[in-house]
C-alpha cells in the first residue's frame, strides 16, 4: 500500500501557483519523497524528489516539513498544460532494493 | 530519441487469444518494470526485472510472462486473454531499483483492449 495520503481533486487559475499537499507520516529517515505527474493518456513524468531539504528544479519545488510528515509539491506559474494527476510517492525498502508504489494522486485543474 | 518505447500504441483481440508487447528503453538502465493501470486509474505494478532478473512479482496470474532478452528490453506475452485483462500497460525503467534514489521513465503505453 501507498504510505501516502493526497486530496483527489484540486483547482488552481491559470498563471497562479499551485499548491498540492501530501502527508507521509509513516516514512522513515532514510526514504525519499518522489513526485510524478500523469497527463491524460500519457505515462507518469517524474517531476522531483527530496530527503529532507526543500528542492526546485525547472519544473516545481519540493517543501519538506521538518519532521518529514508531509511535503508541498508547488508549480509556481500554473499553466493549462499542467493540469494532469499528480502522484506523492515515498520509495519503501524492499528486498534487494526500493519498491516505488503509485496512490490515487491528487487531480489537478488548472482553468482559464 | 524515444528515451522508453512501447509496440504496439494500441491493441484490440478477442478473449481467449495469446498478445505480446515490446518495451525497449535506450538509457542504459538496469532496471525496468511494467505496470497496468485500470479503468480506476491505479498504476499497479506488475514486474521488475533488474539486468534482466525478475526481481518483482506481484502477484499477477501465469498468464502473465514476462521476458528479458537483455537489459534494454522486457516484453510482456499474455496468454488466454480475459475481459479483465483490458487496461493500460506501461513500461518504465530506472537506473538501478537498490538506488535509494532512482527515478523511473516511463513509455507511452499500450492500450488493451479484450473483446
Known amino acids: 500500500d501507498a504510505k501516502t495520503t493526497q486530496p483527489t481533486s484540486m483547482d488552481c487559475a491559470e498563471g497562479r501557483a499551485a499548491n498540492l499537499p501530501c502527508n507521509h507520516s509513516?516514512?522513515?529517515?532514510?526514504?525519499?519523497v518522489y513526485w510524478y505527474r500523469q497527463i491524460h493518456s500519457q505515462g507518469p513524468q517524474y517531476i522531483i524528489h527530496g530527503l529532507k531539504n526543500n528542492e526546485t528544479n525547472e519544473m516545481a519545488s519540493l517543501i519538506i516539513t521538518e519532521d518529514r510528515k508531509s511535503s508541498t509539491l508547488i508549480l509556481p506559474h500554473a499553466t493549462l498544460r499542467d493540469t494532469a494527476v499528480y502522484y506523492c510517492i515515498v520509495r519503501v525498502g524492499n528486498t534487494g532494493g526500493f519498491k516505488t508504489i503509485f496512490g490515487a494522486g491528487t487531480r489537478l485543474f488548472v482553468k482559464a | 530519441d524515444t528515451a522508453v518505447s512501447q509496440t504496439p500504441k494500441y491493441l484490440v483481440t478477442q478473449m481467449g487469444n495469446d498478445k505480446s508487447i515490446k518495451c525497449e528503453q535506450n538509457?542504459?538502465?538496469?532496471?525496468m518494470y511494467w505496470y497496468k493501470q485500470d479503468s480506476k486509474k491505479f498504476l499497479k505494478i506488475m514486474f521488475s526485472?533488474?539486468?534482466?532478473?525478475?526481481?518483482i512479482n506481484e502477484t499477477v496470474p501465469n498468464r502473465f510472462s514476462p521476458k528479458s532478452p537483455d537489459k534494454a528490453h522486457l516484453n510482456l506475452h499474455i496468454n488466454s486473454l480475459e475481459l479483465g485483462d483490458s487496461a493500460v500497460y506501461f513500461c518504465?525503467?530506472?537506473?538501478?531499483?537498490?538506488?535509494?534514489?532512482?527515478?523511473?521513465?516511463f513509455g507511452p503505453g499500450t492500450r488493451l483492449t479484450v473483446l
Open positions: 518504465a525503467s530506472s537506473l538501478n531499483r537498490v538506488l535509494r534514489t532512482d527515478t523511473q521513465y
Open positions: 538509457l542504459g538502465h538496469d532496471t
Open positions: 526485472y533488474n539486468n534482466k532478473e525478475l526481481i
Open positions: 509513516t516514512i522513515s529517515g532514510n526514504e525519499y
